[in-house]
């Protein structure tokens, strides 16, 4: 049973950053890509970027370009993703989520966190 | 605006079938799968549909998902109570190099 439990989250002042952790357990996560899909207060999910099982492709959406990064240590077998510039718009939950596929990142999301918050104060 | 266009809400009485649907305003998802998730109140986003017809385990055949041209759609038959929840469909697109995701639907039951 796959688990994947985000931290990292909590209220940060705009301009500022902030590095969120996925710690995973239950399955063999060097062999899978991994996202992260965010969701604002009372507002739907939205992609937020992909890494593939071994680091060699990632890809953000266009709001978040340039201001985060998403990285993954399969030592720790921990998914990362640091935020910076922040805005009040990327106040939401943070869900990390596992791909079915380690390499192609067509492959949406299948299993998912608990998500953790992000608050960003001005 | 989304490149994949859901209606906002629907609604139906325990025991029937509804079908949401999820239009691609663009070419760029092509022939790329469509995935459809639910998202209870308060709850993760949990998959289930992908492939566009695949179910993973444990997801009721309740739930059926079909793709066809610029369209897919989620049908849920027989619905229950804990049926009531937002339900996304998402897919990746070629053009942006990104995952995206429909706007949601609220299914209400009646």
């Known amino acids: 049973q796959a688990q994947l439990v985000e931290s990292g989250g909590g209220v940060v002042q705009a301009g500022r950053s902030l590095r969120l952790s996925c710690a995973v357990s239950g399955f063999t996560f060097s062999e899978y890509a991994m996202h992260w899909v965010r969701q604002a207060p009372g507002k739907g999910l939205e992609w937020v970027t992909v890494i593939s099982n071994d680091g060699g492709y990632k890809f953000y959406a266009d709001s978040v370009k340039g201001r985060f990064t998403i990285s993954r240590d399969n030592f720790r077998n921990t998914l990362y993703l640091h935020m910076s510039s922040l805005t009040a718009e990327d106040t939401a939950t943070y869900y990390c989520?596992?791909?079915?596929?380690?390499?192609?990142?067509?492959?949406?999301?299948?299993?998912w966190g608990l998500g953790t918050l992000v608050t960003v104060s001005s | 605006q989304s490149v994949l266009t859901q209606p906002p809400s629907e609604s139906a009485r325990p025991g029937q079938t509804v079908t949401i649907s999820c239009f691609r305003s663009t070419s760029n998802i092509g022939g790329n799968y469509v995935y459809w998730y639910q998202q209870l109140p308060g709850t993760a986003p949990k998959l289930l549909i992908y492939?566009?017809?695949q179910r993973p385990s444990g997801v009721p055949d309740r739930f059926s998902g079909s793709k066809s041209g610029t369209s897919a759609s989620l049908v849920i038959s027989g619905v229950r109570s804990e049926d009531e929840a937002d339900y996304y469909c998402?897919?990746?697109?070629?053009?942006?190099?990104?995952?995206?995701f429909g706007g949601g639907t609220k299914l209400t039951v009646l």
């Open positions: 492939g566009h017809d």
């Open positions: 998402a897919a990746w697109d070629d053009s942006l190099r990104a995952g995206v």
């Open positions: 989520a596992r791909s079915k596929d380690g390499y192609n990142p067509k492959f949406l999301p299948h299993d």
